[in-house]
């Protein structure tokens, strides 16, 4: 009986703890994936694969001033919010002008007024670009940044396919989009 008298102490203490675990609340930016093809894992078919796959968080503008306000003009960013952006190509690819082997990579960028530099790192796993290392970049390249005419409210990646292995990486976010070329 003294054992069992124990035993059942023990259970309801431990249960009790298990109740007492907090989790975190909902994150302000979001987590979300991007795929080439464009919506890859929901629209998937049979012997289709993926060419690229990209988690990012999806900040949102909250009426701020976003580039050259709560993102610096000439300073790396971490593209996005909460940890760098994970880039994953499945293949080999060209990005930008540039050869990129199959792998995973971290995406920064360092915006500009007119182009921003797009880099493709070796690092992972950090939170925003606090700890970016230079001597990992893998790639860097610029693009032409561009204004559109719709705010965009929260930070945004999509994948255009053009057809003959050809697509635009599109990154954008306020009134600001650039547009990175691929092929595979």
Not at 26 to 36: F, G, I, Q, R
Not at 134 to 145: A, C, G, L, P, Q
Request: proline residues 4%.
């Amino acid at each position: 009986m003294k054992h069992l008298v124990t035993f059942l102490i023990f259970v309801c203490s431990f249960s009790s703890l298990l109740n007492a675990q907090d989790f975190r609340g909902s994150d302000k930016s979001p987590m979300d994936v991007a795929y080439l093809p464009d919506n890859f894992a929901h629209d998937r078919k049979a012997g289709e694969e993926a060419i690229i796959k990209v988690y990012y968080s999806r900040p949102n503008k909250a009426e701020r001033a976003v580039f050259g306000g709560i993102v610096p003009f000439g300073k790396v960013w971490r593209v996005g919010a909460n940890e760098a952006v994970e880039f994953k190509a499945y293949k080999d690819l060209t990005i930008g002008d540039e050869k990129l082997t199959a792998g995973t990579y971290s995406l920064f960028a360092i915006p500009g007024e007119t182009e921003w530099t797009i880099i493709i790192n070796s690092d992972l796993d950090y939170w925003g670009a606090f700890k970016y290392d230079e001597s990992k970049d893998v790639i860097r390249f610029t693009v032409e940044s561009k204004s559109i005419p719709e705010v965009l409210e929260a930070f945004s990646i999509r994948f255009a396919d053009l057809g003959n292995n050809t697509a635009i990486m599109r990154m954008g976010w306020d009134q600001t989009m650039v547009e990175i070329p691929i092929s595979y």
